[in-house]
């Protein structure tokens, strides 16, 4: 029995306490998930994965502390289509995206689609878009109608507006849009300052949310042609200007660490950091380094889908680990989901949990192969195991020429395989010899999951229908 006002004022401050406490544990039990994506970033731009020549103490730093995915796969080798896998955890093509947006378009992401910003909404996280979005410019498919509260950014890449005299307009659509959720808040002519908003905007979202469990997406455009950079890092670099946008980023990335630290978030918040494709070689000295990768962005070879990936989680994830099992951005949604408890989508995905992997439980994909197409729905090769299979296809190259000079591109070449090439990738990283012939029984093998594969989502390359493609989103 409470004889007394300071007993009732005991009692009192122990309940609030004990539900103060619970609350916590509540919200420590959903972690933050923050994932970073550069544009066009190539696999050697990084100096944990080799850069000779820029500096990036953040993402090493990152690395350090978590684990470095050396066979991490982007969903495909162009803009578009990689961030609807990504995002969906389906291969792109399933979803009837094969390429890259134009603006103006009546094409999307469509909404039947679940995004991890949706899945992730549904267990009441916060979620915001910080960047590029580039799934449709139409007000029906732009990230407010796709489970992000908050957007910032540019609705498609940063090249799609009249450039500068002296290269004419590859693209003419008018001036760049910069958005607001819904709403254009200026055009772009220079986009120097970008990054830095983009990351003030990031460690701002941050800060609102520091008491709820939210999902981050930090989209750059950078280091997309063409390039920008701000005062504070121009010149910086030993690489020129891409040198110095890349040290840019790996400033803004420290930005988004140091206010999960100064926010208490640090320990159970998810850090991904990865790129949507790799270099866009024509364009020389203003492109990345797939090194030593073949070839570049708008190829299934190594140097167009492989790419750097960090991630960070002090509370689940051990350190300083590398792991070389492949794997893909279509398996991130499905990893979330694990990690969060939220339900996946209803609809059918190709991404499957690797959450075991990255904790070190299990060295084996949950995979039984990986799918690259690219183009217009053109199956041109599988990974599997240690294997590298190429179909039969026309891919453009620029055969050993240098690129172009001071953001101004040459023309590629194209080349054509004309027969099955497979490649020991845990022998032969750069894809340099061809061992189909002494391997028949691996061919083999590979051939019939092609063909499997084509049955669910076609190709055109053997004129196949998929039976289990999906309609894009498409508006009047």
């Not at 499905?334 to 996946?344: C, D, R, V, Y």
């Not at 729905?377 to 026309?394: A, D, T, V």
């Not at 490649?423 to 189909?436: H, R």
Request: glycine share 8%; charged share 25%.
């Amino acid at each position: 029995m409470i004889k007394n006002t300071a007993q009732l004022l005991v009692l009192l401050i122990t309940i609030i306490s004990c539900t103060n406490k619970k609350s916590e544990s509540v919200k420590d039990e959903k972690p933050n998930v923050v994932i970073i994506f550069t544009d066009d970033q190539g696999y050697q731009d990084i100096g944990c994965y080799g850069s000779p020549d820029i500096e990036t103490p953040n993402l090493d730093k990152m690395a350090q502390e978590g684990i470095k995915l050396t066979d991490f796969y982007a969903a495909q080798a162009v803009c578009s289509a990689s961030r609807a896998g990504l995002l969906t955890g389906c291969y792109p093509n399933r979803l009837g995206i094969h390429g890259a947006f134009t603006p103006n378009s009546y094409q999307g992401l469509s909404l039947s689609e679940t995004t991890i910003a949706e899945m992730l909404k549904e267990i009441n996280y916060k979620t915001g878009i910080f960047g590029k979005w580039h799934l449709g410019d139409h007000p029906d498919f732009m990230p407010n109608n796709q489970g992000f509260d908050e957007y910032f950014g540019i609705p498609y890449s940063n090249d799609m507006w009249p450039l500068h005299p002296q290269q004419g307009p590859i693209f003419d659509f008018g001036p760049l849009p910069l958005f607001e959720n819904e709403r254009i808040i200026d055009t772009l002519t220079n986009q120097s300052s970008l990054t830095t908003q983009i990351t003030e905007r990031s460690v701002e979202f941050i800060k609102k949310n520091k008491n709820v469990p939210f999902f981050l997406y930090i989209a750059h455009p950078q280091p997309h042609v063409p390039l920008y950079v701000s005062d504070k890092f121009k010149g910086k670099s030993n690489r020129g200007l891409y040198g110095d946008v890349i040290m840019e980023i790996d400033w803004s990335v420290g930005q988004v660490l140091a206010a999960l630290k100064e926010n208490n978030l640090d320990d159970n918040t998810i850090v991904i950091f990865t790129s949507d494709n790799g270099p866009w070689l024509s364009y020389g000295d203003h492109a990345g380094s797939a090194y030593p990768l073949r070839e570049g962005k708008g190829t299934a070879l190594e140097g167009g889908q492989r790419e750097p990936c960090i991630i960070r989680y002090p509370k689940k994830i051990k350190s300083k680990r590398v792991i070389d099992v492949p794997m893909m951005a279509i398996d991130i949604l499905p990893t979330i989901a694990e990690i969060t408890g939220a339900k996946l989508p209803d609809n059918k995905i190709d991404g499957k949990s690797v959450w075991d992997i990255w904790t070190g439980n299990s060295n084996q994909s949950p995979h039984e192969a990986y799918y690259f197409y690219y183009h217009v729905n053109e199956l041109q090769g599988i990974r599997y195991g240690k294997w590298k299979l190429y179909f039969p296809h026309r891919y453009r190259t620029l055969n050993g020429r240098k690129g172009g000079e001071n953001g101004l591109p040459v023309e590629y070449e194209y080349n054509t395989i004309d027969k099955i090439e497979l490649y020991d990738l845990s022998k032969d990283i750069s894809e340099t010899t061809d061992v189909a012939a002494e391997n028949p029984e691996i061919v083999e093998k590979i051939q019939l999951l092609g063909n499997k594969i084509r049955a669910e989502l076609g190709d055109e390359l053997t004129k196949k229908v998929g039976k289990g493609t999906r309609s894009i989103g498409e508006t009047e």
